[in-house]
């Protein structure tokens, strides 16, 4: 079966880089069409979309936050990573990984991590 | 960039009780909506996609409905387990955008 699960520091400081990396199985990111996404959610909030990456280690970016994300993935095709640099108290959430799945002419998001909850604070 | 909106935010009622939550697009999304359904610190889980589609192990209590801008999701019995917060996801555009939520309390 499909499954995810994020891994992260828990808590850094302000202007330090957030290292988050999602590991998956259940099924390949070299297969043709398939994409990992990176999105967040902020206690109390809603979700927010961040960044993905493709099959074909093709990037794409939340234009609002594209300056301070970088999305890649290992070799093996089993995780995805995502940096986040300049964090400050705005980047406390939840961040999830999910698969975004590909049907019927669009992508949408089946199966998600459990989520890491990261804190930024001095 | 296409706009969700949830109502109501807040929704209280009693076991066994037909529920409706809606979502609208600020443009017309077709029939590509998605629901999911986030239980207290738990990562959401996927109910429905296009619109009325029903995901695999979800139980027929859930239904989905609409297209263009205006969709709801329904449950028709509402049990103790349904506590939880829902989200709507367009998935007419790349990468999708939320909607606000809606927590659905027992009464």
């Known amino acids: 079966q499909v499954t995810l699960k994020e891994s992260g520091p828990g808590m850094l400081q302000p202007s330090k880089t957030l290292s988050l990396t999602c590991s998956f199985s259940g099924f390949s990111l070299s297969t043709s069409g398939m994409v990992v996404s990176w999105i967040r959610q902020p206690s109390g909030k809603s979700l927010e979309w961040l960044a993905a990456i493709d099959w074909d280690g093709d990037k794409y970016y939340n234009p609002s936050l594209k300056s301070r994300l970088t999305v890649s993935k290992d070799t093996s095709n089993t995780q995805v990573f995502l940096k986040i640099t300049s964090v400050d108290t705005a980047d406390t959430a939840t961040y999830y990984c999910a698969r975004h799945y590909y049907y019927d002419g669009t992508y949408y998001f089946d199966y998600w991590g459990q989520g890491v909850m990261v804190t930024v604070s001095s | 960039d296409i706009q969700m909106t949830q109502s109501p935010s807040f929704l209280s009622a009693s076991v066994g009780d037909r529920v409706t939550l809606s979502c609208k697009a600020s443009q017309n999304i077709n029939k590509y909506l998605a629901w999911y359904q986030q239980k207290l610190g738990e990562a959401p889980k996927l109910l429905i996609y296009?619109?009325?589609s029903l995901q695999t192990g979800i139980p027929s209590r859930f239904s989905g409905s609409g297209s263009g801008t205006d969709f709801t999701l329904t449950i028709s019995s509402l049990q103790p387990e349904d506590v939880a917060t829902y989200f709507c996801?367009?998935?007419?555009?790349?990468?999708?955008?939320f909607g606000g939520g809606t927590k659905l309390e027992l009464k």
């Open positions: 996801l367009q998935h007419n555009s790349w990468p999708g955008t």
């Open positions: 296009n619109a009325n």
